[in-house]
C-alpha cells in the first residue's frame, strides 16, 4: 500500500506562530498517516480544533497526551482536572475518528508495515533522578533548590490519585495488561509523549528536569514489545537515536523561540518507511 507513517509532537498551538504551521500541514499522500505524540495545547477547545484539523487531512491519526494537554489552566473553559480531562479529550478524539491510547491498536499496513501502532500514555515517577538523590524527595528538593521547578507541579493535576507518580503505576499497570493481551505477533511502534529510556535525557540542559521526563520502569519496553521505532516528544530536541538496535524518534516541534533557531518549525518525520542512510 502507498503513503507514509509520519509523526509530529509538541505543536503547541497556543502559540500563534505554531498555530499557523499546523493550520499548514498537509499530507504529500492522501494515504499517509499522522502519529501526534502530545503537547498538541493545553485548552481543550484548542486540542480538538487541532486534532480535527489533522483528521480530515491524513488518512489516519493516532494521539497521545502530553503534558500540557492534561494541564488545567485558569483561563480554559473547561475546568476538569487529572483523568477525567484525560477521559474527556479521549472522546473528543473518539467524535473525530483519531485513534487514542485507550482504542484498539491500529495496524499501519502501508510502506514498511505491517506493524502494530502502541500509543502509550504513561506520566512519570521520578525515577529519571538527578545525581546525589536516591528518593522522590531529594529529587525535588535538588531541583527546587536549583530553581527547576516543572509547571505540572501546579497545573497537571492527578485526580482521583493521590499523586501523578501514584497515577504513571496505574497507567504503566493498564498498558502492560493491554500490551499482553494484543494478540499479535507483529513488530510494534510504541508512541508515548514522554521518553521510554532515560538516556535521551542526559542532553537536557537542566539535568533536574529529567524526573519530569518518564520513568525506568519502561527502560527494556522496546525490547519487550518488539519495536520496530519509538516515537515520543516532551523534550523539545528533535533527533534521531539508536538503543539496542531500535530507533527512538523525537518529533516535537516546540515554541517559536527554540524553532526560529533551528530555521523553522519542523515538519511530520517519517517512521516508516525508515529513511535510508
Given at each position: 500500500m502507498p503513503g507514509t507513517l509520519l509523526a509530529i509532537s509538541d505543536l503547541h498551538v497556543g502559540h500563534a506562530a505554531n498555530r499557523e504551521h499546523l493550520a499548514a500541514l498537509t499530507p504529500d499522500d492522501p494515504d499517509d498517516w499522522l502519529i501526534v505524540a502530545g503537547d498538541v495545547g493545553e485548552r481543550a477547545a484548542d486540542v480538538e480544533w487541532a486534532l480535527g484539523t489533522l483528521a480530515e487531512r491524513y488518512a489516519g491519526v493516532v494521539w497521545v497526551p502530553g503534558n500540557h494537554e492534561l494541564w488545567t489552566p485558569r483561563n480554559d473553559p473547561d475546568q476538569r482536572r487529572g483523568e477525567e480531562r484525560y477521559l474527556h479529550l479521549v472522546e473528543v478524539c473518539r467524535r473525530l475518528g483519531v485513534h487514542t491510547p485507550e482504542d484498539p491498536y491500529p495496524?499501519?499496513?502501508?510502506?514498511?508495515?505491517?506493524?502494530?501502532?502502541?500509543?502509550?500514555?504513561?506520566l512519570y515517577d521520578h525515577s529519571f533522578r538527578?545525581?546525589?538523590a536516591s528518593t522522590k524527595e531529594e529529587a525535588l528538593e535538588i531541583a527546587y533548590n536549583a530553581g527547576i521547578i516543572c509547571?505540572?507541579?501546579?497545573?497537571?493535576?492527578?485526580?482521583?490519585y493521590p499523586t501523578r507518580d501514584a497515577w504513571c503505576r496505574a497507567r504503566l499497570a493498564y498498558s502492560e495488561d493491554r500490551l499482553a493481551a494484543r494478540g499479535t505477533d507483529l513488530p510494534t511502534v510504541l508512541v508515548n509523549h514522554w521518553p521510554l529510556v532515560r538516556e535521551p535525557t542526559r542532553v537536557l540542559r537542566y539535568p533536574e528536569f529529567a524526573q519530569w521526563c518518564g520513568t525506568d520502569r519502561t527502560a527494556d519496553w522496546h525490547l519487550k514489545y518488539d519495536a520496530a521505532a519509538v516515537v515520543y516528544g516532551h523534550l523539545h530536541i528533535p533527533r534521531t537515536t539508536e538503543y539496542d538496535g531500535v530507533r527512538f524518534e523525537e518529533v516535537s516541534v516546540g515554541y517559536p523561540r527554540e524553532w526560529n533557531r533551528r530555521g523553522g518549525p519542523a515538519r511530520p518525520r517519517a517512521i516508516l518507511p525508515a529513511a535510508q542512510g
Amino acid at each position: 500500500m502507498p503513503g507514509t507513517l509520519l509523526a509530529i509532537s509538541d505543536l503547541h498551538v497556543g502559540h500563534a506562530a505554531n498555530r499557523e504551521h499546523l493550520a499548514a500541514l498537509t499530507p504529500d499522500d492522501p494515504d499517509d498517516w499522522l502519529i501526534v505524540a502530545g503537547d498538541v495545547g493545553e485548552r481543550a477547545a484548542d486540542v480538538e480544533w487541532a486534532l480535527g484539523t489533522l483528521a480530515e487531512r491524513y488518512a489516519g491519526v493516532v494521539w497521545v497526551p502530553g503534558n500540557h494537554e492534561l494541564w488545567t489552566p485558569r483561563n480554559d473553559p473547561d475546568q476538569r482536572r487529572g483523568e477525567e480531562r484525560y477521559l474527556h479529550l479521549v472522546e473528543v478524539c473518539r467524535r473525530l475518528g483519531v485513534h487514542t491510547p485507550e482504542d484498539p491498536y491500529p495496524v499501519w499496513r502501508g510502506a514498511g508495515g505491517p506493524v502494530q501502532l502502541v500509543p502509550l500514555f504513561l506520566l512519570y515517577d521520578h525515577s529519571f533522578r538527578p545525581d546525589g538523590a536516591s528518593t522522590k524527595e531529594e529529587a525535588l528538593e535538588i531541583a527546587y533548590n536549583a530553581g527547576i521547578i516543572c509547571t505540572d507541579e501546579y497545573l497537571l493535576h492527578p485526580d482521583p490519585y493521590p499523586t501523578r507518580d501514584a497515577w504513571c503505576r496505574a497507567r504503566l499497570a493498564y498498558s502492560e495488561d493491554r500490551l499482553a493481551a494484543r494478540g499479535t505477533d507483529l513488530p510494534t511502534v510504541l508512541v508515548n509523549h514522554w521518553p521510554l529510556v532515560r538516556e535521551p535525557t542526559r542532553v537536557l540542559r537542566y539535568p533536574e528536569f529529567a524526573q519530569w521526563c518518564g520513568t525506568d520502569r519502561t527502560a527494556d519496553w522496546h525490547l519487550k514489545y518488539d519495536a520496530a521505532a519509538v516515537v515520543y516528544g516532551h523534550l523539545h530536541i528533535p533527533r534521531t537515536t539508536e538503543y539496542d538496535g531500535v530507533r527512538f524518534e523525537e518529533v516535537s516541534v516546540g515554541y517559536p523561540r527554540e524553532w526560529n533557531r533551528r530555521g523553522g518549525p519542523a515538519r511530520p518525520r517519517a517512521i516508516l518507511p525508515a529513511a535510508q542512510g
